[in-house]
Nanobody
Framework: QVHLVESGGGLVQAGGSLRLSCAAS????????MGWFRQAPGKEREFVAG????????SYANSVWGRFTVSRDSAKNTVYLQMTNLKPEDTAVYYC???????????????WGQGTQVTVSS
């Protein structure tokens, strides 16, 4: 069992930055790939970024490529999403997830956090 808790969301102006954190419980953190997804009102949950369990390989949605960076710290059982040059269309609830399947698809994850709101004003 893995329990995930996100933090770091908030309100920021367009062009600004935020760093989201996701703290994971349990001793098996290093065995899971970790992903970030987001869901805006009226839209489906979409993949944002993911990092494989060894930390050596990452994946990003085209919409965030070059602006967002995903990383993980195994010593702290934490995964991060550094977001820069934020745009109003990045406004959504952001979720972290842990799993052993395909990074880019929600079905690849077994555990989900409760989400943190990110709002980008224009």
């Amino acid at each position: 069992q893995v329990h995930l808790v996100e933090s770091g969301g908030g309100l920021v102006q367009a062009g600004g930055s935020l760093r989201l954190s996701c703290a994971a419980s349990g001793r098996t953190f290093s065995t899971y790939g970790m992903g970030w997804f987001r869901q805006a009102p009226g839209k489906e949950r979409e993949f944002v970024a993911g990092i494989r369990r060894n930390g050596g390989s990452t994946s990003y949605a085209n919409s965030v490529w070059g602006r967002f960076t995903v990383s993980r710290d195994s010593a702290k059982n934490t995964v991060y999403l550094q977001m820069t040059n934020l745009k109003p269309e990045d406004t959504a609830v952001y979720y972290c997830a842990a799993g052993t399947g395909i990074l880019e698809h929600p079905a690849g994850y077994d555990y989900w956090g409760q989400g943190t709101q990110v709002t980008v004003s224009s």
